[in-house]
């Protein structure tokens, strides 16, 4: 079995023991992970990148992660499929040649 | 190779083909992340949860693992580790017993 | 009239020509908040606070006072009253004493 | 003194006796409002809109709105003006004709 289906499973079986999939609608899934994101933002914040704690960023991040495998579980989307589609259409935005050394948004390009 | 692994190699080719590891300091990814979060949740804004436009769902949520994957890369964080950890503190806080079928917050239950 | 009262009133009158109060439930305009201060993250990301475009950090910010207004409208809050309360709040919160030059959160003093 | 005026007198008096304005950089306000605006979604997290605690929405609505004058004040822009600006810009983006009793983003209409 793959790791992400593994980690998947994991949290599937933490949400059914607790009855959850009832509030797990794709919506307030998409809530959860804005919420926990900003949480990781936290760890940042009024600090210089080097100065924020691995800890807590290690925590919030997981937090993020489990939300985004639970919403991708709720529409049957293959992780490593999409992440790996999302980096050739970005490809295509950011060829190479333009976009090297430039932290320009492609529509600056 | 595990799925993650894989994910994590093909962004950082990505990545080092347009020289951005410049700009990729921890704090500017979880500003990425928080960024392509709330891209994900304009897919369901003024809308039913069933309303939302999966290819949307699909793409920004693609984007939201791909900057959480290069932040842990940047912390040489374990994902699977991270997440099964955090999986287990959260059954400490979410005992089944007390919170069965109850979305509130462990600080209220 | 006050100035917050003058730019809510303008802020109904837009909704209303296009009859969209409809879809301004409270969950989706504080939604809408958050899709808009990310738009306003954006214009920070991967630079020095220095180099953010003035322009769309206005433009990103009118947005989320906006949403603010309407939230806040839509409960019958007060914004004046409401943010002098916080401020009392976050005063016993943070005795001057112990955060004057500190950047730490009020559970870590 | 208008009730804006008033409000970021208050937020830059609460500051200063903190000695907070070294901390203030825009880049960080606008992750701080972010945060506060996350906060704020979480009162409507795994909620029917009507559920949502109006107090909790109201304090974090507070913070978001604190941190938004704030940065307002960060770049010297007059909130009033930018908003209703920014509401004549949208009335364009949106005309009445095309929008109304639609949901819909402008770049679909």
Chains 1, 2, 3, 4 share one sequence.
Not at 77 to 103: C, H, T
């Amino acid at each position: 079995m793959s790791d992400i289906k593994e980690i998947t499973q994991a949290l599937l079986k933490f949400r059914d023991e607790r009855d959850w999939a009832q509030f797990h609608n794709a919506k307030d899934l998409a809530l959860a992970l804005n919420i926990e994101a900003a949480e990781l933002l936290e760890a940042f914040l009024w600090k210089a990148s080097e100065q924020a704690d691995i800890d807590k960023v290690s925590e919030e991040l997981a937090d993020v992660i489990a939300f985004a495998l639970l919403l991708a579980e709720k529409y049957d989307l293959d992780v490593k499929q999409i992440v790996l589609q999302k980096i050739e259409q970005n490809a295509q935005k950011y060829p190479v040649e333009k976009s090297r050394g430039s932290a320009k948004k492609y529509t600056e390009l």
